[in-house]
């Protein structure tokens, strides 16, 4: 049992939409562990999360949650992917009727399930105790105090409060919004010293005032590793999306030393969406955020490093090492490099849009905006997959979505099963052939001109929100001059290179280079920065493997 000093403010959460069934659980729980836990009861998915969404807002600690499966509207599995979010330390517990053992089993991986119990649990003394005994004595030894959160105070329609806001969700940095216009953020600026005239204000767990902090400091007074702890590796990974993820994690458990670079966020556009639904080993789904947060602590439990906001603007071959420069003048070196920068989305060109960018238009899921988004008019500009999870995910609140898209189908571009998705959601419309204008607002976004492409046809609408996801530009101008690229600047490598038989300008070895690596020998390009790439999360895990396979042959034989 917990010391009483530990557990005073500990929940034990028990969900069952049977009333009778969630007291008998509720009764047989206070028995054994009422002195030293509070036991919280629900009878909905819904109201189970509500209720773990006031007790992280009141600093409470959650310890194990159990949740029955058959649950109508939201089932036990579907629960317990979202509980996560909210407290990802609690021990899960899965009460099943013996029947859905399997789904139980499935939920093993969908949201690493502790356990699961058939019901009936009697006599708990045998069933029930030993079970929850195990887990409160795992979670009593893990890291479950909570991190004291980050404060944030800012103006509601402001884009360097809205990229604040999204760099500390990206890397998973706890933290809590103040309006500068509310009595609370008064407060917080007045004890800081400060005024509106110098926000976003953020203030550390221990303090410190940050006022408009850049990513850099921002990220290393809140606990993110910005400094690498050697000059030479033998791997650096330049990206922390899926393919750079893949590479820290199969590089770092093979013996590598290696260190990974990421210049806001791991996780890359993949890591903003809200659902990815055709991921292997994920049948129910899983959000980018979560894949993120399991593939970071993986590869730092092999030992990567993950180096988070350095800005990395060079790269050189310096004899056997390869120089990888930062923005601050510093540099470390490697015997090898992969490049998993990804892409980002590209800017829409249409007046009014760059000046509202954080101010009712975002680029990416933004998804630390979707609440703000309940109940109003949701515009989604794009036609590829994240467009179409984004759009699943903001009609859960919002009155109504409405995709644009430029060409005449989704087909073209989006996986069929999200199709048909969309095609059942009520609140979601689809308009084909059509473009965004312009965008019109004073201090956030207002109104949209919209035209039709085929007649020319324009329309004006109402609109706060707009998320934009279109086509993909490769983070790669910074290698220019260094390593070759095609006319959209993805960079190219192994066939690519060789196209008549004869290898790259300058290559030296008596070799042709292998599949993912570039004109340098011992850089390699895995992802969506590859010319004719997949632009899938599996491919780009993939290639993040198959490209330190590849480093070790180089390492082989140099």
């Keep these: ?55 992280k807002l009141r600093g409470d600690l959650v310890a194990v949650i159990l949740a029955d499966y058959r649950m109508p509207q939201m089932n036990g599995i579907e629960f317990l992917e979202q509980a996560l979010d909210v407290y990802p330390g609690a021990r899960r517990v899965l009460l099943t009727a013996y029947a859905d053992t399997n789904a139980a089993i499935d939920a093993i991986n969908v949201v690493d399930l502790d356990h699961y119990l058939l019901k009936p649990w009697d006599p708990p003394e045998e069933k029930l105790y030993p079970v929850l005994d195990d887990l409160l ?19 509601r329609w402001s884009a360097r409060s809205s990229d604040v806001r999204e760099f500390l969700a990206r890397n998973q940095v706890p933290y809590r919004w103040y309006s500068a216009d509310e009595p609370e953020g008064q407060r917080l600026l007045a004890a800081a010293g400060l005024d509106e005239r110098r926000l976003p204000l953020v203030i550390t767990p221990d303090g410190t005032p940050l006022a408009e902090p850049e990513a850099p400091e921002l990220a290393a007074r809140v606990g993110l590793a910005t400094t690498p702890a050697a000059d030479f590796y033998d791997l650096v990974v330049i990206g922390g999306g899926p393919a750079g993820l893949g590479s820290a994690v199969y590089g770092a458990s093979e013996g590598l030393r290696t ?85 980002s989305y590209r800017q829409l060109n249409a007046p009014g849009t760059s000046d509202l960018t954080g101010c009712g238009v975002f680029y990416g899921s933004a998804l630390t905006e979707a609440s703000s988004c309940q109940g109003h008019d949701v515009y989604i500009v794009g036609g590829a997959n994240s467009a179409g999870q984004a759009a699943m995910y903001l009609a859960r609140g919002a009155k109504s979505v409405t995709l644009l898209v430029r060409g005449e189908s989704l087909a073209a571009s989006m996986s069929y099963y999200l199709i048909q998705q969309i095609e059942e959601a009520p609140n979601i419309s689809v308009r084909c052939g059509t473009v965004v204008e312009a965008a019109h607002g004073s201090e956030h976004l207002e109104q949209l001109t919209l035209r039709d492409v085929a007649s020319g046809r324009t329309e004006l609408v109402d609109a706060q929100w707009m998320f934009v996801f279109i086509g993909a530009a490769p983070l790669t101008d910074w290698l220019d001059g260094a390593v070759l690229r095609d006319d959209h600047g993805f960079i190219l490598a192994g066939p690519d290179l060789t196209p008549d038989g004869r290898p790259p300008a300058g290559w030296e070895l008596d070799r042709p280079p292998y599949h993912l690596e570039t004109n340098i020998p011992g850089v390699f390009v895995a992802g969506d920065a590859r010319a004719e790439s997949a632009k899938r999360v599996a491919s780009a895990v993939g290639e993040g493997a198959m490209a330190v396979m590849l480093v070790h042959r180089y390492l082989e034989q140099s």
């Design 1 to 55: 049992m917990a010391q009483a000093a530990d557990a005073a403010r500990t929940v034990i959460l028990t969900v069952d939409d049977d009333p009778g069934v969630s007291r008998a659980v509720a009764r047989d729980l206070r028995r054994r562990y009422g002195e030293s836990y509070r036991i919280v009861r629900a009878e909905s998915g819904e109201s189970a999360l509500e209720a773990l969404r006031e007790l």
């Design 137 to 155: 004595e795992a979670w009593r030894g893990s890291d479950f105090r909570p991190v004291p959160a980050t404060k944030v105070v800012g103006h």
């Design 259 to 343: 260190v990974l670079v990421e210049r806001s966020a791991t996780g890359g556009q993949a890591g903003q969406s809200s659902r990815i639904e055709n991921y292997l080993g994920f049948p129910d789904g899983v959000s980018g955020g979560q894949l993120t947060d399991r593939a970071r602590r993986q590869a730092a439990k092999f030992g990567a490093e993950i180096l988070t906001a350095r800005e990395v603007t060079g790269l050189e071959a310096n004899g056997s090492a390869r120089v990888v420069r930062f923005s601050d003048g510093s540099a470390i070196a490697a015997h090898s490099v992969i490049l998993a920068t990804g892409v």
